[in-house]
């Protein structure tokens, strides 16, 4: 008997709802059905006209009395509407950071993602001429024309302000590890399109329609690296048959984050390939009791549950049988070594191992109140012995998602002595 992948998103959601209340629940085929995300834009100059066209009754330097709220809320609109048409000039150039991810974190195929604290930095600015300059993690195999995910990600975007891309020159730092199931596509795309956004002096509704994240999740196919690009944390995402959903899931207090990366890459396509269309019933019931589990032991912080709720059936045994041998050698040497939990990092082959016990940074605690160094060397001794060649990096969770570092023009106004955080 079989069933779909879908039923793990749906599942993921679920999950929340035993630790809290029912979120949303629906059906969605996604990519592995007829449904088609499409995208909705409000036309925002009508509203910032009538905002504009606002006539305040004191000037904004008299105080107001307790009685004045309406024209309380007509200074708030104008200001707004300043902010609005300040942020819809176009700019010159534009500098986003954008983390790494971890995604699926065992059961939660496609649907469950974590920020990692490692940052790539994409420049965009505009010039005589398309340019891309690579440089960091993978720049010599990064694509360097139409098809590298920046330059798709801001088309996206300048489609969405209905706006002709210019000639632009794009400088790529990459500092996330270039196909090894860390998401550096997804950084990409959203580094892109939140470019694209602000050269082109475009806004995208938020409430209620999550636009960047419909954007982002229709290129990429699925939300669990986009989402927690975009917004930081721990994400869980679901289609809901008209557009993509997200919820954050608490972090836990000391939670550690060790990868082993190897020195090869892995093609996402590949990985995908040895997935069959179908799972059995016992797999899928395997999995959703999994991530049902999972997300309750995020939500109340129990550590100790991770090494079973990070257990999967649907992806990780396929692809450990067929591209990658060591996995599970790796699993059993962390969890032995004092891991809580270790699993296979979105589509690998880096592997991903969770521990806990940091309150401070590696050189500042002790060593014996953390076992992250004994987790990371437990890691490389079982590589070694599987002979694979990488490196270990300890890092933690962003609760932190993209965000524009410079802009040229400013967005901020220094007058007065106020500046805004890293003086945008």
């Known amino acids: 008997e079989k069933t779909s992948f879908v039923s793990v998103g749906v599942i993921a959601f679920f999950g929340g709802a035993l630790v ?10 996604s990519k592995y059905g007829s449904i088609q995300p499409t995208v909705q834009f409000v036309n925002r100059n009508s509203t910032t006209a009538k905002l504009a066209s606002l006539e305040l009754k004191t000037s904004p330097d008299v105080p107001l009395k307790a009685h004045q709220h309406e024209e309380k809320m007509n200074r708030k609109i104008a200001l707004r509407s300043s902010v609005e048409q300040e942020n819809a000039i176009p700019r010159n150039l534009v500098v986003v950071r954008v983390p790494a991810t971890s995604a699926n974190i065992g059961p939660g195929y496609d649907c469950l993602g974590a920020a990692v604290d490692m940052w790539s930095e994409v420049t965009v600015e505009r010039s005589e001429k398309f340019e891309i300059v690579a440089t960091g993690d993978g720049a010599a195999q990064m694509p360097l024309d139409e098809e590298n995910y920046v330059v798709v990600g801001l088309k996206a975007a300048f489609q969405a302000a209905n706006k002709p891309v210019p000639l632009l020159k794009y400088t790529i730092d990459s500092r996330i590890p270039f196909a090894r199931g860390l ?33 982002a999740a229709t290129i990429e196919g699925h939300p669990d690296n ?41 093609k996402t396509s590949e990985a995908r390939g040895v997935l069959g269309p179908d799972v059995t019933r016992e797999e899928a019931s395997f999995n959703i009791g999994r991530v049902a589990y999972l997300v309750n032991a995020l939500c109340q912080g129990n550590l100790d549950c ?28 962390a969890e032995a070594a004092g891991a ?16 806990s016990g940091a309150a401070g940074d590696i050189f500042t605690q002790r060593e014996k109140e953390r076992n992250d160094i004994a987790v990371a060397k437990a890691m490389m001794e079982s590589a070694k012995s ?9 890092t933690t969770i962003s609760n932190e998602g993209a965000s524009v570092v410079r802009v040229e023009p400013s967005f901020s106004s220094t007058s007065g002595g106020i500046n805004f955080k890293e003086n945008l």
Request: proline share 7%; aromatic share 6%.
């Open 183 to 215: 998401g550096s596509s997804s950084a990409a795309i959203v580094a892109g399109i939140i470019a694209g956004l602000v050269l082109a002096g475009h806004k995208l509704p938020c409430w209620g329609s999550e636009a960047l994240l419909q954007i």
């Open 306 to 333: 991770l090494k079973h709720a990070c257990q999967d059936k649907m992806h990780q045994p396929q692809r450990a049988a067929k591209l990658y041998p060591y996995l599970y050698p790796m699993i059993e040497a």
């Open 340 to 355: 809580n939990a270790c699993y296979l990092s979105g589509a690998g082959p880096t592997v991903m191992a969770l521990t």
């Open 226 to 266: 986009v989402a927690p690009v975009i917004y930081g944390g721990i994400q869980m995402g679901i289609h809901d048959g008209n557009r993509w959903i997200t919820e954050r899931i608490p972090t836990p207090p000391g939670l550690q984050m060790v990868l082993f990366v190897p020195n090869f890459v892995g």
């Open 386 to 394: 599987s002979g694979i060649e990488g490196k270990c990096v300890v």
């Open 20 to 29: 809290g209340s029912l979120i949303s629940s629906a059906r969605a085929k």
